[in-house]
C-alpha cells in the first residue's frame, strides 16, 4: 500500500481532480477553470515544490492515529487504511480508511471551539465541503455509507460520529462536473502536447533561501 502524504503519493496525485479539491468541484462555474490551470501547470511542470503543512494540519496528521484506534474501540470497526483509489485517469480520492464491506471512514481531528460546535447543534456543523467530498469519495469507491468521524482529545467524550449516505442528485452533480474538468484537461493537452520526461527538481526551504531570479 502506497503511504498517503509520502513523495510517491504526491507525485502520482499531482494532476488529478481529487475529492479533498471540493471548492473547484463544488462551486464549478467559479472554480473550475482555476483549478484546472493549477493542475495542468503542475503536470507541465520540473518544478516540484514541498507541499507546506501548517501547525493545525500537522496537529491533524499527528491526532488521526488516535481518532482511528478509538473510533475502533467505540465502534467495533477494523479500519484497514488505503492509499488512494482511481476513478478514471483523471479523477481520484484518498480515503482515511476502509470499513468492512460497504463502508469508509472519514476522520477530521477539530479544535476545541469547532468540536465544541459539534456536541451543541450535531450534524448540522459538519462542513459543507466535507460533505462534498464524501460524496466524491461514495461515488468514485461505490460504497453504501461513510462514517465522518470528528475527534478532539481536549473532551471527555473525545469522539463523535455521523454516517452519511449516498446522495443521488449530488452525486449526478460531480458526473457531470467530472466530464467538464476532463474535458478541460483533454484541451491543454491537445494545445500543449504531451511534456517531455525531465527529472523533477524538488524543492526545499532551505533552496527557498537561496533563490535567485
Sequence with gaps: MMEQKSKDWFEIRRWKLTASNWQAIWNVWKWL???VVEVMSDYYSSWVEDNFISRDMQKGIDLEPLAREEYELVTGNKVTEVGFIEYDEY???SPDGLVGEDGWVEIKCLKDTNYFKIILNGESEIDTKHIWQMQMNMLITGRQWWDYVVYCPNYERNIITFRIYPDSKQQAKLLEWFEIGKQKIEA???I???PNKVEKI???DDDKKNELF
Excluded: N, R
Aim: glycine share 6%; proline share 0%; hydrophobic share 40%.
Design 192 to 194: 500543449i502536447g504531451t
Design 188 to 190: 491543454i493537452k491537445k
Design 33 to 35: 477553470d482555476t483549478y
Design 202 to 204: 524538488i524543492v526545499t
Design 91 to 93: 479523477v481520484w480520492c
